[in-house]
Structure formats: structure tokens, C-alpha cells
């Protein structure tokens, strides 16, 4: 272990092409993120159909620091969960519902507060000093929350710029794509036995399809050989030419399916099912341009069938042009977005230890307006080798606790990174080392936007 005194990184990337192994398992990194990164960064508390209604609320707790998301009337709220009196936790943890009549009621002594986190009870007030009771100081301390892509976010630091100022235009480019209409179909969650940044890492690239994803690349082996395989400049290839043009777009619906089943949510069924219908529709005969026109014929026919049901579905190609995304959106620092149509998967990790986090997984899609199913307010816990994880993430999950017992070995002391593809797994860990190293805020901000559709990106120049 390395002593370090205040904004000195331990182990820090000093090249951006290899990531100290140390990172990932050593006790004093993961106690300066947890002193220096933590506290400062927005973390996703809660999707906000889990709290529609004025009173609903619900606790997130990070770290052992532990926050009441809330439904007041004006909007979103966040209080420290600890009662003013001696500090007993108001809500338990992962525990929700709605206050707006009850308000907080402390366990312990039964001190009570409103949804405005105004005290409304002191029992025995008689017993206890004035200054002890002014009221501006028994109000719950408020923790800072704002809400984007369907999610309300906290951050415990006070200075800190916006989420929006922080993440970037990422977040309009998700909600132009109807992130704040999505619905939880399901939660999944689980323990891995892995450093939360190998398990996130696994979700920075897609150059580890070919070996932990076989049966993807089996149907659409030009597109990941042409993105990862050769030297192509990174472009994936929409066809394969030994193919006819009927082959080839039975071979783009089969690899649809294959991430239907295996990732639910980011295809979601009822969307392949449109595709499926559209397998011999007219199409020019340049190959090239018959697939490209082919993906358009979906985009619009999943946008006029889904909104013809009445689900807020918008213009699919219309908001692939102007407000573009990549097929894995990285919300800094533990949150993610898979958007393929309209549907997506979703991903938040929380540390639990240097060598063990906390790995939740959605499946989020839109419904008719008023045939949402009931919002799931838990996830449902699963050992991570557990068959009932959709195939591709249960693949991925393999992969992380055996790479986390290889940053352990003798003589591995880094990780070596393509400049081209890898670049995300560097960006993120160096504004990581930007947050532990003290650098300012509004340049940390700037940095973290270039994480923003950068999925299989360049390493880039964060500007410190
Ligand atoms: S600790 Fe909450 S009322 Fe006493
Ligand atoms: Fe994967």
C-alpha cells in the first residue's frame, strides 16, 4: 500500500495507454475515491416513475452515506437521512413509499417531519433547551438532486457544477431519444465479486464481442471484423458482399434477435417483431444502400407501430440524425444507457469494497400512455452466475471475477489499452485521477463531457 497525502494520486495513469492494475484492489485507491470521487459526483439515486406522486419516496445510500429521494410539491427533493435528534435513519435502507400524509417518523423518539423536511413534532418538547428546537435547524439537512434522462441524481457537494453542466449534451441526446418516457419492465440486481471499475470497464468497448459474445458476432461477422478485426479505421460494415441482399438482411434480423434475447430491454421483442415483418420489403439494389435503407424502413415502422398503440415513442430516425448516440451511453460515474430503438438497457454499479460491488441492471421500455405495468420499487437480488440473467449480460458477468482475481498477478502491474477503441476505459479513469487529484471543477466538467458517445472511442485530450 502507498501513503498518500491530500491530491496526491496513488497510482495514478501516468500513461493513457495503461491503467495501473493497483487501482482495482488497492485499499488507499479505494479509500481516496471514496474520500475525493464519491462525494463530488452526481450519482443516479432513483428512475422517476419510482416516485410520481407528491409524498412517494424512496432511500438510495452509497458508501454508507444514505439520502431520502422525495416527490414534494414543487418538485424532486433529497435530505440527509438522519434524524436531527440523534441521527437514527428515517427510512431504512432500499425503503419507499409515500409520506405525504405521515411525513418522516423517527424509530427512535418519534420526532416527525414533512416532505418539505420541515420538523413537525418534538415529543416532550418541554424537556429540551430552546436553542436545541429552532426550527430553521431541526429542518432535515437537504442534499442536492436534479433530475435528467428519466433519473433523479444527487451529489453530496454543494459547489459542484450541474448534472447537466457536468454530463453534458449526452443527456438532451438521451431524452430526445425518450429517456424520461421509459418504464422499468425489470431490475435485476447482484453482488460481483470485482472492483466496480472492472465491472464497468466490461461495458466500454465492443471489441470483446468476438470471444464473450460469440453468437453475435457469428451472424454479423463483416461488422465486428470490420470494427475490430481489421484495419478498416473502426467502421463497422453493414454488409457482407458474398451475400445476397435478402441474405443479408435475414443475417441483420437474426443478429437483432440474438441481442433481443440476449439484452432484452436494448431490443426489445416487440421491436424485432416489427423488423421481422419487414425482411422482404422493396430495396434498391446497391447492397450498401439497400441495408441502410432497410434500417430506415424499421426506425420508421417501429416509431408509426409503437405510437399508433400509443406509446410516446418519437421519430427514431429523425432524433438518430439530430440528436445521435452510440449503442452504450456512459453517464460518469456509474450509470448507463443502451439505446438500440426505442427501448433501452440501463446499468448503475456501486463500490461495496475494493474488491466487491454492487451491479444493477434494467430493462426499460415505453407502454401506451396509462398501461404502464406497476413500477418494480426493488430489484430482484440474483447470484451473478444465475441462469435467469439474459444471456449477454451473464456472459459479461463470467469475465469480471476472473479479471479481477488477474489484476492480482505478480508481475501484471498495468493494463495495456487500444488507443482506438479502448479510449473510454482511459477517459473515465483519468478524470477519476482528475476528481482525487484536485483539479478544477468546471474543467473536470468540460473533460467529463467528451465521455458522452464516445463508446469504442479514441483515448482523448481531457484538457489537464
Ligand atoms: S433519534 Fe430520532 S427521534 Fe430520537
Ligand atoms: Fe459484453
Known amino acids: 500500500m502507498l501513503k498518500t497525502t491530500e491530491n496526491q494520486v496513488p497510482f495514478a495513469v501516468t500513461d493513457p495507454e495503461r491503467i495501473p492494475t493497483a487501482r482495482y484492489h488497492d485499499a488507499e485507491f479505494y479509500q481516496a475515491e471514496c474520500d475525493r470521487l464519491w462525494p463530488h459526483v452526481w450519482q443516479m439515486a432513483c428512475r422517476l416513475e419510482q416516485i410520481p406522486n407528491v409524498g412517494d419516496f424512496i432511500e438510495y445510500t452509497n458508501l454508507g452515506k444514505s439520502v431520502i429521494v422525495v416527490r414534494a410539491k414543487d418538485g424532486v427533493k433529497a435530505y440527509h437521512n438522519a434524524c436531527r435528534h440523534r441521527g437514527v435513519p428515517l427510512a431504512g435502507e432500499g425503503a419507499h413509499g409515500n409520506c405525504k400524509r405521515e411525513g418522516f417518523i423517527c424509530p427512535f423518539h418519534g420526532w416527525r417531519w414533512n416532505i418539505e423536511g420541515e420538523n413537525t413534532f418534538v415529543y416532550g418538547r418541554h424537556m429540551f433547551s430552546e436553542q436545541q428546537l429552532d426550527q430553521a435547524d431541526l429542518a432535515l439537512r437537504v442534499c442536492r438532486v436534479e433530475t435528467a434522462a428519466g433519473c433523479a441524481f444527487i451529489n453530496h457537494d454543494d459547489d459542484a457544477p450541474g448534472v447537466r453542466a457536468t454530463i453534458g449534451p449526452l443527456l438532451g441526446n438521451l431524452e430526445a431519444h425518450g429517456s424520461d418516457d421509459l418504464r422499468a419492465e425489470w431490475w435485476y440486481a447482484t453482488v460481483l465479486p470485482a472492483n466496480w471499475k472492472v465491472a464497468m470497464e466490461a461495458f466500454m468497448e465492443g471489441y470483446h464481442v468476438m470471444r464473450t459474445h460469440p453468437q453475435l458476432q457469428k451472424t ?168 435467469e440473467f439474459p444471456p449477454i449480460p451473464r456472459q459479461d458477468y463470467a469475465n469480471i471475477p476472473i479479471q479481477q482475481k488477474g489484476v492480482h498477478a505478480s508481475g501484471f502491474d498495468f493494463m495495456r489499452l487500444s488507443k482506438t477503441i479502448e479510449g473510454m476505459i482511459s477517459n473515465y479513469n483519468r478524470i477519476i485521477d482528475g476528481h482525487l487529484g484536485g483539479v478544477d471543477k468546471d474543467k473536470l466538467a468540460r473533460a467529463t463531457h467528451l465521455l458522452g458517445g464516445n463508446f469504442d472511442g479514441k483515448i482523448l485530450d481531457l484538457g489537464f
Open 220 to 387: 454479423s461477422p463483416m461488422l465486428y471484423n470490420s470494427m475490430y478485426g481489421m484495419d478498416t479505421g473502426g467502421i463497422g460494415a453493414l454488409i457482407n458482399p458474398n451475400m445476397t441482399i435478402a441474405e443479408n438482411i435475414a443475417s441483420q434480423i437474426e443478429h437483432m434477435r440474438l441481442l433481443s434475447d440476449g439484452m432484452a430491454g436494448m431490443l426489445h421483442a416487440k421491436e424485432l417483431a416489427i423488423a421481422e415483418t419487414l425482411g422482404d420489403v422493396p430495396l434498391p439494389e446497391d447492397p450498401q444502400q439497400a441495408v441502410m435503407m432497410w434500417f430506415g424502413i424499421v426506425g420508421a415502422e417501429i416509431t408509426r407501430q409503437l405510437q399508433a398503440k400509443g406509446e410516446p415513442v418519437p421519430d427514431l430516425n429523425a432524433v438518430a440524425q439530430s440528436h445521435p448516440v452510440k449503442a452504450v451511453e456512459f453517464v460518469f460515474p456509474h450509470y448507463f444507457l443502451l439505446p438500440f430503438f426505442s427501448s433501452m438497457s440501463s446499468y448503475r454499479i456501486r463500490p461495496l469494497g475494493p474488491e466487491s460491488c454492487l451491479f444493477e441492471l434494467w430493462s426499460l421500455t415505453m407502454y401506451p400512455k396509462g398501461e404502464e405495468p406497476p413500477v418494480p420499487m426493488e430489484p430482484t437480488f440474483l447470484p451473478y452466475d444465475s441462469q
